[in-house]
């Protein structure tokens, strides 16, 4: 069993979530957890296969190699029972900035591309930084899950004239796993109105028995005609800084568009730690995985029974998937910037604010359990904190 209690120190080692996080906020102390990566060591068995490279001594210009392909297609095989061709299958320097392209290679300037409310909050950005109109269409909420009004969807894409859907599967922030009931009408509602389909899968590993996941293209056969899946290693094992994702695309058409977006740009050279990484992580992962996700389900219950006991007002959204929890704090009336006010200046405790994933995200946080129980727990108590009186 992999010992995931060990607290390690990040600060000081340009880390986004615990170095960018004093100066954004202009507060000293506070307990980051936020942005989604995890406090946890890397597997040593991929340290080691960048270490062996890098000790070879000479870093020039790699390609992507045959066992590397080979390591993706067993891993989706064996963990997904999806079966992707060596072919349909593109490097990349990450999901989101695959998602750019996928933006650029499939829409114009002006059109319309849907999204959940709330969903992860690079994909508003980039879609209007690509000068494209943001189209959002809310979830709604029922016995504590994510659901899609599949009417309203219809509505909103009709309405838009919507050319193409941003799905984030499973669901960051609320840790929704789609099922194959679900999948199969955002497929067959996005076809009859010809609209395309990302499927952002990075979380596609970090599933919660009961739950089970279904990568799109295997809801039905005919999706992989009008959709691009993306995923990574990264997000599973602690590898974000190494930028590394893949997009599997079936369609030809497709295929040769994205690949013309990465040729303008000049993005299809691919970092070489990051192909090395991936490819060890898939090959040597499986039982370090087994293992996080055992631990990640009990700081979900250290967290459940913390704010039970401790702070019965906040409402948790409890994941089938990811490492992230949606917590409503609507209980308090506060407006979203107060309440981010009480847990950064009084509690000292970060937490991404659930406004920035769309305006449904109002009045509510999202909290990275990613971290040793030790570090939660003190999380958990700095929010407690943050709503006592003075
Ligand atoms: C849904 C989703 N997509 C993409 C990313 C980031 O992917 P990348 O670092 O490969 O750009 C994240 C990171 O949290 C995420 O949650």
Redesign the pocket.
């Known amino acids: 069993m992999v010992n995931f209690d060990h607290v390690y120190e990040r600060k000081g080692t340009n880390s986004v979530k615990w170095d960018a996080v004093n100066k954004m906020y202009k507060e000293d102390d506070l307990l980051p957890l936020w942005v989604?990566d995890m406090d946890f060591k890397v597997h040593q068995p991929i340290l080691d296969a960048m270490i062996s490279y890098i000790n070879q001594g000479i870093l020039g210009y790699t390609t992507s190699s045959d066992s590397l392909y080979e390591a993706v297609q067993t891993w989706q095989k064996k963990k997904h029972n999806y079966i992707v061709e060596k072919e349909a299958i593109l490097f990349s320097s990450?999901?989101?900035?695959s998602v750019a392209i996928a933006i650029q290679a499939y829409t114009e300037v002006g059109d319309a591309v849907l999204i959940h409310d709330p969903v992860?909050h690079?994909f508003a950005k980039v879609i209007k930084k690509n000068k494209r109109r943001v189209i959002r269409h809310s979830l709604i909420e029922v016995d504590g899950k994510f659901q899609i009004d599949f009417e309203k969807m219809k509505e909103a894409i009709q309405t838009n004239d919507v050319k193409l859907f941003i799905l984030?599967n499973p669901h960051?922030p609320g840790g929704r796993v789609w099922s194959i009931e679900e999948l199969k009408k955002i497929g067959e509602l996005c076809a009859s109105h010809n609209v395309l389909i990302i499927s952002?899968e990075?979380?596609q590993d970090l599933i919660f028995t009961p739950a089970e996941f279904t990568t799109f293209n295997n809801a039905d056969p005919s999706f992989k005609d009008f959709s691009i899946t993306l995923t990574?290693a990264?997000?599973t094992f602690n590898l974000?800084g190494i930028?590394n994702?893949m997009a599997f695309i079936h369609n030809t058409e497709l295929r040769a568009k994205f690949c013309n977006i990465q040729e303008i740009n000049q993005q299809t050279e691919i970092n070489t730690i990051g192909l090395l990484g991936t490819e060890a992580a898939y090959r040597c992962g499986e039982e370090w995985l087994d293992d996080l996700l055992i631990y990640l389900q009990k700081n979900i219950s250290t967290v459940e029974k913390f704010l039970q006991s401790e702070m019965p007002l906040v409402k948790i959204m409890k994941p089938e998937g990811t490492y992230l929890i949606w917590l409503d704090f609507s209980a308090y009336a506060l407006s979203d910037k107060e309440l981010e006010n009480k847990l950064i200046k009084k509690g000292k405790v970060v937490l991404n604010s659930g406004i920035s994933f769309g305006p449904k995200g109002s009045q509510h946080m999202r909290l990275n359990i990613a971290c040793p129980n030790a570090t939660l727990l003190e999380g958990l108590e700095r929010m407690k904190k943050s709503f006592q009186a003075d």
């Open positions: 989604a990450g999901v989101v900035p992860y690079p984030c960051n952002d990075i979380h990574a990264t997000k974000a930028k994702s």
